[in-house]
């Protein structure tokens, strides 16, 4: 009986491999294509429709007052009015959440490397404020964020720079008054929003967009000097802004002379096709006048 349960219980023994060939290959692959085609909602993510994506958008309010009164949470659990942060200087103000698998950390990893270029020391001459648009999320997620973007950025643990959770109704209003429209997929447990910076007056009014992942130092030190009021940046920086041209539809500072050289190559395109079509109208006039000499 032990002797029949142990050849139960022993492991049958193992045929030696040979090499695969091209049809056990084949095998393998038809195998693996089955397997997929017979789980496609494992494999395939939620897309979401035209429309749904079409609310997903930047309406931008340039010029308008964000609504002060708001009263969010910092990383550290304390109450933080959003009136706190302003009033000396301009704020720059992203909409992200921090358990995002893709862009927001990528976003904020950016800013805080484009940030490095720029010739200004937070808590001096700027603000920043990243608002987290998941009500679920807390001040302990905030810190754990927030210490891993500020790594190796000036100043780190005492930057001012701040992550911000709250309740749904007041997210809702901030991003709401910034033209920021995002939306919540349920079935993917995500948020999907737009990639921008708001920067901000001392005030509170919105002074400049900065669109998409690919912002430029040099956009983030103009945006500031503007919405600075002339509270910060050099004559140099304000000589700058004169040779630059904020455009609001691509949310970037484009050179004057850059525009002017521009129309200038129109102009001239314009101008050489009027001179060929008069020298094309010369030469037809001179083919009829010689057709009528001869007749």
């Known amino acids: 009986m032990n002797a029949w349960w142990r050849s139960l219980r022993a492991p049958a023994p193992r045929r030696p491999r040979g090499p695969i060939t ?3 290959m084949c095998g393998v692959l038809v195998g693996g294509l089955l397997v997929l ?11 979401l429709s035209p429309d749904e994506l079409r609310q997903v958008t930047i309406d931008p309010h340039l010029g308008e007052q964000v609504p002060l009164d708001l009263v969010f949470q910092d990383e550290r659990g304390q109450a933080a009015p959003l009136r706190r942060y302003f009033g000396a200087r301009p704020v720059v103000l992203t909409f992200n959440y921090f358990h995002c698998p893709n862009l927001c950390s990528t976003l904020l990893q950016t800013l805080a490397d484009r940030l490095r270029g720029v010739p200004f020391t937070a808590g001096e001459q700027y603000t920043v404020l990243t608002v987290s648009i998941d009500p679920r999320e807390t001040p302990a997620l905030a810190a754990e964020k927030r210490s891993t973007v500020l790594r190796g950025f000036p100043g780190e643990d005492d930057a001012d720079w701040h992550f911000l959770t709250g309740q749904e109704a007041a997210v809702a209003r901030l991003a709401s008054a910034a033209g920021f429209h995002y939306l919540y997929d349920p079935q993917e447990d995500e948020y999907v929003h737009p990639a921008a910076l708001i920067v901000l007056t001392p005030s509170g009014q919105i002074s400049r967009y900065l669109y998409g992942l690919d912002v430029t130092p040099n956009d ?9 009021q002339e509270r910060i940046g050099s004559l140099v920086d304000r000589v700058l802004l004169l040779c630059y041209h904020y455009d609001p539809v691509t949310g970037r500072y484009t050179p004057v002379v850059l525009g002017a050289l521009r129309v200038a190559g129109l102009g001239t395109i ?5 001179f060929l079509g008069h ?3 010369e030469d037809l006039r001179r083919q009829r006048d010689r057709s009528g000499a001869a007749s």
Do not use: K, N, T, Y
């Open 270 to 274: 314009l101008g050489l096709g009027l």
């Open 22 to 24: 091209p049809w056990g």
């Open 279 to 281: 020298l094309w109208r």
């Open 37 to 47: 085609a017979c789980f496609p909602a494992a494999v395939s993510a939620h897309e």
């Open 220 to 228: 983030l030190r103009l945006a500031l000097v503007e919405a600075g």
